[in-house]
């Protein structure tokens, strides 16, 4: 079948294999709970959600693969999702690539997407795939800033740091997921562009680095990252509205 009359079909990956610091010690941030359920089954609904959307490939802390498996069998999620678990590695880099390593040869496209945004509407994924299906190699969901942004020298933590300048806050946005992405041009960056330390923490700046051009499309203020306590009660927040008002 040539590329021309190739199908698409999409796939999500969900890196949640991080431990989630900043939350406070207890289970990793994937499996911290939202309004009774893991945040993880949050954001693996949200991807199921989109009709586009045929597998979902979770990448799951290696020691929790099997929990994780367990959970998902227990919660209810669309039967035309397909379901599939994958033990993540030590960076966030090598669980993204582990989750396209796992994805079946008749993927087009794959969408990131932050286990830690269990609260982005249908709406914004369904725009991701729909860029990336109307030829954008690259998609990412994003905001204006709301504050002004300072570049500084970094210091130690607590210690005043000098100001070396103010970027146009018109020309910046803030980055949400799910990202979205031809399958193809996600694993030639993931193959040629090599990240030192922790890895890359954003696949659309890595495809950047290969010189293709990213597009950004108008992300949504409910698809925020759960990183910090007060995230939790902002996010129990919103879950509780849309329970009221949309049975949830």
Sequence with gaps: MSDVTRPHRTAAVIPAAGRGVRLGPGAPKALRALGGTPMLIHAVRAMARSRAVSLVVVVAPPAEAAEVRLLLGEHALPDRTELLVVPGGETRQESVRAGLDALPADVTSVLIHDA????????????????????????????PLADTVKEVEPGKPGEPEPVLGTPERARLRAVQTPQGFDLATLLRAHAEIAVDGEGATDDAGMVERLGVTVVVIPGHEEAFKVTRPLDLVLAEAVLARRRATDGY
Excluded: F, Q
């Design 116 to 143: 830690a945004r269990p609260l982005v509407p249908v709406d914004t994924v369904d725009s991701v795939i729909e860029a990336v299906r109307d030829g954008a190699p690259a998609v990412v969901p994003a905001l």
